[in-house]
């Protein structure tokens, strides 16, 4: 009976999220009812001792991120600087090659720490004006984008700031360059085996005849062709994110030590306060890195970004305050999940898989898809699992450099089921429906999924990290 409480609640949440039911809501509901179904006395004690608990330590930690990121977005295309960037690419690799160019593009935007959200509403507009110029299927655009930024910069090309590659480091003690070779190598299979199975539906679809298509939704307008920034000034605040959050990756833990304390002058406690540096390194990292990116924008760019920043500004927030609260109730949602009895079934389940780096990606993919997001399933995952992980690949010398870089790959695997939220967004954006597009969408996701394992084949056979 508690197994399948467990299995209703997971399946409640994400009906409810594919319905566009708002999960900050119905995360806690969904988890106090499972609690209610077990142990009725433990509702009010597991909401606001574990459940909340979990949610604002979330918060606590990685808002920040959610935060400049968003800005960073933000400016970048308040500044055209986005604009300028997709332009010189498309130019460089040529319009013929509209499905390479949309890849390169998202990939770059997303790599250089601007959010998936604001990459699709950047990129459209350029892949349909290529797209529509080539006679490619308008239905093949999200699973191009989908590729360039939902796969291999979101979580497999080390160094990428996105919020999937950092929630490792807090688990694993690691920093975002965590496994650079088998990350590398990951992300060249997702890049070439993605545009493979792109460029062969396009082919497919040129053979049958099929073009652009006709009374589509949410078509852009016509470029007015606007005189744009240079691209080497352009990409100089991406540039800077990674190179920053590199060098920051290695000063902070040296110029602090493993930890840090100090007193509050103005509380009148005497007992410091103590810093875990090794647990919030790469989160420090990836905020200085993005002030550094913000800040270099707006010396760029100082005019057109301070003519509209009030405006943007607020809808940077806004965004950051959605996204991070809807990963950060999933989060809560995950640890009451895991403090139930039914919960040892679906574990035991998993231990079941018997190579430890398997086991971490089965589990993870697995969380992920059930819950619709990369960063919540992730988080689900290491919060209940973690210790298992760790424990796992010490015992058989697996470094933890690797659970990190298979546990971030893994999460965007399977998260991208039709209720995913960054899904839903893109195809609302491009003006297409699941029926039309997301079957491309999905193929991406298989191809990521299997990327995970590559990687974990690769490492058993040569070692690499």
């Not at 070779?181 to 993605?194: D, H, K, M």
């Not at 010398?397 to 971030?408: F, K, Q, S, T």
Request: charged residues 10%; contains cysteine.
């Amino acid at each position: 009976m508690n197994f399948l409480i467990v299995l209703a609640a997971l399946a409640f949440l994400m009906f409810v999220a594919y319905r566009g039911y708002s999960v900050i809501l119905l995360a806690p509901v969904t988890a106090m009812g499972a609690v209610l179904l077990t142990d009725p006395r433990l509702v009010a004690p597991m909401f606001t001792g574990l459940f909340m608990d979990k949610m604002v330590g979330f918060v606590k930690l990685y808002f920040p991120v959610f935060l400049l990121g968003a800005v960073f977005g933000k400016v970048i295309e308040l500044s055209g600087f986005s604009r300028a960037i997709v332009s010189s690419i498309i130019s460089l690799v040529g319009a013929e090659r509209a499905i390479l160019s949309i890849v390169i593009v998202s990939a770059v935007l997303t790599y250089g720490g601007v959010s998936l959200f604001v990459v699709v509403f950047a990129v459209y507009p350029f892949a349909a004006e290529l797209f529509k110029h080539g006679g490619i299927p308008k239905r093949l655009i999200p699973g191009t984008i989908a590729l360039g930024a939902f796969s291999f910069t979101m979580d497999a090309l080390p160094g990428t700031p996105q919020i999937q590659n950092i929630i490792p480091t807090a688990f694993f003690k690691t920093d975002v360059y965590a496994a650079p070779w088998l990350g590398t190598i990951g992300a060249v299979y997702i890049l070439v085996v993605g545009v493979i199975y792109l460029d062969w539906r396009r082919r497919r679809a040129r053979v049958a005849g099929e073009g652009y298509g006709t009374h589509l939704l949410n078509e852009p307008e016509p470029f007015d062709h606007v005189k744009q920034a240079h691209p080497a000034i352009a990409i100089l605040p991406l540039i800077l994110v990674g190179v920053v959050n590199k060098l920051f990756t290695i000063a902070i833990p040296r110029f602090y030590g493993p930890s840090v304390s100090f007193i509050p002058a103005a509380t009148g406690e005497t007992a410091p306060v103590v810093q875990d540096v090794s647990k919030v390194a790469a989160v420090w990292a990836v905020e200085g890195a993005l002030l550094v990116g913000i800040l270099s924008i707006f010396l760029l760019a100082w005019r057109p970004v301070t003519r509209r920043f009030a405006e943007g500004a607020k809808s940077a927030v806004t965004g950051a305050l959605l996204a991070s609260m809807n990963t950060a109730s999933e989060y809560g949602f995950g640890a009451v999940i895991a403090a139930l009895p039914g919960f040892l079934a679906i574990a035991d389940a998993l231990k079941s898989v018997p190579h430890p780096l398997v086991n971490e990606a089965v589990t993870t993919t697995t969380l992920a898809g059930i819950t619709g997001s990369a960063s919540g399933g992730l988080s689900i995952a290491l919060a209940a699992m973690s210790g298992t992980f760790v424990e796992n690949a010490q015992r058989v010398g697996i470094p933890l450099e690797v659970c990190h870089r298979v546990a971030a790959m893994a999460s965007g695997g399977m998260d991208t089921l039709p209720h995913n939220g960054a899904v839903i967004t893109l195809l609302a954006v491009t003006g297409l429906t699941h029926r039309q597009a997301y079957s491309d969408i999905f193929a991406i996701t298989v191809i990521k999924t299997s990327a995970v394992f590559v990687i974990v084949c690769l490492y058993e056979v040569t070692g690499i990290v």
